[in-house]
């Protein structure tokens, strides 16, 4: 099992433009959660989803909005780029019915900079 | 709101020194607290829960409701220690978590 997948590593995008990240949760998982982690911060929660529908979301705008597939797979757009959105963003996985409350599986990150 | 606030950026320490990672936190309900820690070049992933009250790799922590803190602590610290650490909170049910800005523990040899 690769764990949690996300693509790609690292990207260069302009002002005003679009973005579409990937991730492929861990095996057996069911839960996708993203999270923006700017530099020299802690990781911030975006939005979480389960069974296709968004369950929850943070405090982001609407530029911000996600997917997610029967395979569980989920993809992060952000419209409208702004140099504020350069960020590592990670994706984590869990699984709704595990006893461990908590524990997230996160991928290595997506690294967006945006000039 | 729920909040969570790590005070130091920084903590560099001699190997077999004592740890002590502090985290505080504001939440108006009954908060699940975590740490999780990444290693340099390994993605983050979680050390310890507050509810299982288990020691992992010599790392424990208490929850102390009255002082709102959850710190991490080790009697005696390893070079292998050395990471980044985020204390987190979750928010309402569905594993949301809130993180703290994180520490970076440096063990020196």
């Known amino acids: 099992d690769a764990g949690v997948t996300q693509s790609p590593t690292h990207l260069i995008k302009t002002r005003g433009q679009q973005v579409t990240l990937r991730c492929s949760p861990k095996?057996?998982?069911?839960?996708v959660s993203w999270y923006q982690q700017a530099l020299g911060q802690g990781p911030q929660f975006i939005f979480q989803?389960?069974?296709?529908?968004?369950?929850q979301r943070g405090n982001f705008p609407d530029r911000f909005s996600g997917h997610q597939f029967p395979n569980y797979s989920s993809e992060l757009n952000v419209n409208a780029l702004l140099l504020g959105d350069s960020a590592l963003y990670l994706c984590?996985?869990?699984?709704?019915?595990?006893?461990?409350?908590?524990?997230?599986?996160f991928g290595e990150g997506s690294r967006l900079t945006v000039l | 709101a729920q909040r969570v606030t790590q005070p130091e950026k920084l903590l560099s320490v001699f190997k077999g020194a004592p740890v002590e990672l502090k985290c505080n936190y504001s939440?108006?309900?009954?908060?699940?607290l975590f740490w999780y820690v990444q290693y340099s070049r390994q993605r983050l992933q979680l050390l310890l829960r507050?509810?299982s009250r288990e020691s992992i790799k010599g790392f424990t922590a208490d929850l102390n409701k009255g002082e709102t803190s959850f710190h991490l602590k080790k009697p005696f610290a390893q070079e292998e220690d050395s990471a980044m650490y985020y204390c987190?909170?979750?928010?309402?049910?569905?594993?949301?978590?809130?993180f703290g800005g994180g520490t970076r523990l440096m063990v020196k040899p």
């Open positions: 987190a909170l979750i928010r309402n049910a569905g594993n949301m978590l809130t």
């Open positions: 984590a996985s869990s699984l709704t019915t595990s006893p461990v409350a908590g524990e997230l599986f």
């Open positions: 989803y389960y069974e296709e529908e968004e369950r």
């Open positions: 507050h509810i």
């Open positions: 095996s057996g998982h069911d839960t």
């Open positions: 939440y108006s309900g009954s908060p699940e």
